[in-house]
């Protein structure tokens, strides 16, 4: 039974370790930065398209201890890489490591790459080219002390690259980021939503898809399907099974606005391209003057951080403001904000019920829950 890693956003982990069990997994294993288990390619198949939290479906071919480069190149010459893709697909080499005695990553994915095409070479006297930007075939390389393990990557593109939101703005939030902060929530299609600081409706097409049933992997392609040992018959019913269980398009109770009317032509360019245009309310307004539309309901916003929006001065005056706004229109509501600016937790006049760690790339941020009360609002 094949073995498979899963790397996610830090802090996912065991939200994705609980999408991966209901799967079918098995074997399924925890650690930071992603969650290992096993399957058969069927559940490979179905990881590729379901999940809304992984980056990417590795299929792990190779694990060994070595002591120096001559060991890591052996190891990767003594797979059969032409069992599993064609000499004419184009390849490229990607090497991670913690605490990683080497000196050199660019050397071990040079080392990699050549030992791979010395593998072809031997087998059928022709080598694949190496393609950085658009490779048929990815081959990830990681490195913890001691041991190396290979993988081959079976999504291709990362998996928040859904095949849906076209058009983005300054600091989008990366899709698979956003759908697991929604889960965190324990947000459920039919409980109302806001999203006040919308962008380019990350947020919102993500509850959208899940509201109307649509995986997020529908509208994309994925490596496997280049690989030898890749079911078109197997894939081809996974996919229709799929785009049978869809719901049709209708109005929902998702909310979006943004103070700015670009940002808002970009949320409906993709809500448009992605033909859920009448599923979501999108209209222009200041956070701080929006109204509750509905009696109860949930608010997520990616909030704006120095970088984003210029200097801590701004958000000095932005962040009690907003506390305020919250406390006197969204009573009933429970508020999710998501910051890398920690300065917000004593400038907000509210008491988060709940700080949750999670990383937006390498920026550690948290997602803060506030359980707003009607008439809270101190004087």
């Given amino acids: 039974m094949p073995d498979f890693f899963a790397p996610c956003p830090r802090g996912l982990e065991a939200v994705l370790h609980n999408d991966l069990e209901v799967l079918g997994a098995q074997n399924v294993r925890s650690t930071e930065g992603g969650v290992h288990f096993s399957g058969d390619w069927a559940l490979c198949y179905r990881a590729n398209l379901e999940s809304r939290i992984a980056s990417r479906i590795l299929w ?24 599993w893709f064609d000499v004419s697909h184009t390849i490229r080499v990607n090497t991670t490591a913690i605490r990683c005695p080497l000196k050199s990553l660019e050397f071990i994915t040079l080392l990699v790459k ?30 913890e002390d001691s041991k190396l393990m290979l993988y081959l990557d079976t999504s291709g593109d990362a998996l928040f690259k859904r095949g849906v939101r076209q058009h ?13 902060i929604l889960r965190l929530m324990n947000w459920r299609p039919g409980t109302p939503l806001l999203d006040p ?7 919102l097409i993500e509850a959208v898809q899940m509201s109307l049933n649509i995986q997020p992997g529908i509208a994309r392609n994925f490596a496997f399907e280049k690989l030898k040992n890749f079911d078109a018959a197997l894939w081809g019913k996974m996919r229709e099974q799929a785009i049978a269980a869809q719901l049709p398009a209708k109005p929902l109770e998702i909310y979006g606005s943004d103070l700015y009317g670009d940002a808002l032509k970009t949320s409906w360019r993709n809500l448009e391209v992605a033909g859920l245009s009448e599923c979501v309310e999108l209209k222009q307004a200041n956070v701080l003057e929006i109204s509750a539309p509905a009696e109860h309901g949930m608010l997520v916003a990616n909030l704006p951080y120095g970088e984003r929006m210029g200097e801590l001065e701004e958000l000095e005056v932005l962040y009690p403001k907003l506390g305020d706004a919250l406390k006197k229109k969204f009573g009933g509501w429970t508020a999710y904000l998501f910051t890398a600016d920690k300065a917000i937790l004593k400038l907000m006049r509210l008491s988060p019920s709940k700080r949750t760690p ?18 809270s609002n101190r004087r």
Avoid at 168 to 180: C, H, S
Avoid at 358 to 375: D, M, P, Q, T
Wanted: proline content about 4%.
């Fill in 197 to 203: 600081m919308c962008g380019s409706g990350t947020f």
């Fill in 60 to 83: 792990r071919v190779k694990e060994a201890q070595y002591r120096g480069e001559p060991d890591i190149y052996q190891a990767a010459f003594e797979l059969q890489w032409q069992r």
């Fill in 358 to 375: 999670l990383f937006n790339g390498a920026i550690e941020c948290r997602l803060l829950e506030y359980k707003i009360v009607s008439g």
């Fill in 114 to 143: 050549d030992a791979v095409c010395d593998r072809f070479r031997a087998h059928c006297n022709e080598r694949p080219s190496v393609d950085t930007l658009t490779p048929d075939v990815r081959i990830h390389v990681f490195i």
């Fill in 168 to 180: 983005t703005n300054i600091a989008p939030l990366r899709e698979n980021l956003a759908a697991g």
